[in-house]
């Protein structure tokens, strides 16, 4: 149980299109979804967290005209680069989360989608 | 707010000898404390988990970690490494009621056959 999956895994995109990435909880609903970003060989950095059927909050210096997240339902998060340009080139993880009465709520990844922009 | 410090961007280690990834936690009130594998071009998949309870804590594929308060440190350990634990390992923290996760730099280990 527990899996989350993420589509697609792998895009090439020309400069200045946009690019919607999924990420959808397959076994389990998600109340809360996050999307991180990763530079080669370096950490995850959260940019945005997301409730289902509420404004995603962002992190700090993320843009959020230019990443769109839309949580339309209790399944799927979607994540829009939008007029993506060579530096938005990197590794996007999504992760889900279930509120339930335990202690911690812990956090399942999908496999990551990575953009690459030319 | 919490933070966490891996000490060594890069560990190797000979197959069947001790593995030693270090994790040091910057915190004002008790963390929870987590250690995730990562795979090549692969997400994270959770090895362990500190957060209540019994503070030495084991894993999946043989790996265990110790919280020690005193020493602010949740160490991730495998008494015998095998070629298939090459990979990035990472570990996080978060507080209770906070629902975002903080994560380290990473360590990538290296098995020498």
């Known amino acids: 149980g527990a899996v989350v999956s993420q589509h697609p895994s792998w895009v090439i995109c020309k400069s200045g299109t946009s690019v919607k990435i999924e990420c959808r909880s397959l076994d389990f609903q998600a109340t809360t979804m996050f999307w991180y970003r990763q530079f080669p060989k370096q950490s995850l950095m959260l940019m945005a967290t997301?409730?289902?059927?509420?404004?995603?909050?962002?992190e700090q210096g993320v843009e959020k005209d230019k990443f769109l997240i839309n949580h339309a339902s209790l399944t799927l998060s979607t994540l829009t680069v939008t007029s993506a340009h060579p530096e938005d080139s990197s590794f996007y993880i999504c992760s889900a989360r279930v509120a339930s009465t335990s202690t911690y709520n812990e956090q399942f990844f999908g496999p990551g989608t990575r953009l690459t922009v030319l | 707010a919490q933070s966490v410090t891996q000490l060594g961007s890069h560990v190797s280690v000979s197959e069947g000898a001790l593995v030693l990834l270090r994790c040091n936690y910057s915190?004002?009130?008790?963390?929870?404390l987590f250690w995730y594998v990562q795979y090549p071009n692969q997400g994270l998949q959770l090895l362990l988990k500190?957060?209540?309870?019994?503070?030495l804590v084991k894993g999946i594929n043989g790996f265990e970690a110790e919280f020690k308060k005193s020493e602010t440190s949740f160490h991730l350990t495998k008494p015998s490494a095998h070629m298939s634990d090459a990979a990035e390992y990472f570990c996080a923290v978060t507080l209770f009621g906070n629902e975002k996760l903080t994560f380290g730099t990473g360590t990538r280990l290296t098995i020498i056959p």
């Open positions: 997301s409730n289902e059927g509420s404004k995603a909050t962002y």
């Open positions: 915190s004002s009130v008790p963390p929870y």
């Open positions: 500190y957060t209540t309870g019994a503070t």
